[in-house]
């Protein structure tokens, strides 16, 4: 675990939320199951193996040591979290979790919930897709599938979309995501539909058609979702929704699934879809194989800048 000890050693007090070491991408071969989030002010510590109380003890030494040269008296938040098979926890090892827990990344505002459950409230990998959407947003009718707590919707709203429309099935990441709007002082141009979206195509249809579309599933969860039978349902609809020109981002977090997974679904059921760019990453998550991290992948309806893959 020394990687990770060097990286508590050099990290930085930064106002916004972000991933500090990513041992999951391989590049640190004596640290591969751990990864460290800031989420301001807490740091959450997550190890996907089984750790013994020395190693815990280690890193709250390197997280103290590093934390006063930083902010000297100020008191240290970190959270333990163990996603090992059969043993997973989540622990406050240090210092206190606030209560709302607001963190902020590129001048929007969410809220975050470390202390339960796996999924925190704001993905990080997804920070270039989110900078993507607001810089695209500008007067267009925008679709967010999988809504989750709306990132999405947010950076839509700011970057001046016309309206969101945020499908997803669970009604508390939905509450969650109408609490970010509010925080983010946001137009009241988003709707929020808590319905399973293979049930919902008429709804979906009448507030279309869309500028662009955003689809981030699961990559497997059963009951709602299941990729490599279910991804293709979503891609054979688009053509239908999309304006002309219109823009779609097909996300992937599936490290069995490479790009060529959703290429080679487009060319079966959406061949109008042209693809432009695959997103980079944010450089804290460098992988040793590309294909087996998050995929982010532009495509446009009839586009003429196609590229190909």
């Known amino acids: 675990m020394q990687a990770l000890l060097t990286a508590i050693a050099h990290m930085h007090n930064t106002p916004d939320a972000q991933r500090v070491f990513h041992g999951r991408g391989g590049v640190y071969p004596d640290s591969e199951q751990w990864s460290l989030d800031w989420f301001a002010p807490v740091w959450v510590l997550t190890s996907f193996k089984p750790v013994t109380d020395e190693e815990l003890a280690q890193c709250h030494h390197a997280l103290q040591e590093r934390w006063q040269t930083l902010v000297p008296g100020e008191p240290l938040n970190w959270v333990f979290q163990c996603r090992a098979t059969g043993q997973t926890e989540t622990r406050l090892m240090a210092g206190s979790v606030p209560e709302p827990h607001v963190v902020t990344e590129q001048g929007a505002r969410y809220l975050v919930h470390v202390l339960r459950g796996q999924n925190h409230g704001l993905f990080l990998d997804m920070a270039h897709g989110r900078e993507w959407l607001k810089s695209h947003a500008q007067h267009e009718n925008v679709l967010n599938l999988f809504a989750y707590t709306c990132a999405f919707s947010v950076v839509a709203l700011q970057g001046g979309a016309a309206q969101v429309v945020n499908v997803d099935m669970s009604q508390g990441a939905l509450a969650i995501g109408q609490q970010n709007h509010r925080l983010n002082n946001l137009p009241l141009k988003a709707r929020f539909l808590g319905h ?12 279309g058609p869309y500028g662009i ?14 990729a490599t039978k279910d991804y293709i349902k979503l891609i054979r609809r688009l053509p239908d929704l999309l304006e002309p020109q219109g823009h779609v981002l097909l996300c992937l977090n599936a490290p069995e699934l490479g790009t060529q997974f959703l290429h080679t679904q487009v060319a079966e059921a ?19 194989d590309p294909e087996k991290s998050l995929k982010v992948l532009h495509y446009r309806l009839g586009a003429e800048d196609a590229h190909p893959y």
């Not at 979206?197 to 249809?205: E, L, Q, S």
């Not at 579309?213 to 299941?226: E, R």
């Not at 959406?270 to 040793?288: C, G, H, K, M, Y």
């Open 270 to 288: 959406a061949p109008s879809l042209q693809f432009i760019e695959r997103l980079s990453n944010p450089a804290a998550f460098v992988d040793t």
């Open 213 to 226: 579309i955003i689809i981030d599933p699961p990559s497997y969860q059963k009951g709602s979702f299941i």
């Open 196 to 207: 399973d979206i293979f049930k919902t195509w008429g709804k979906i249809n009448k507030m």
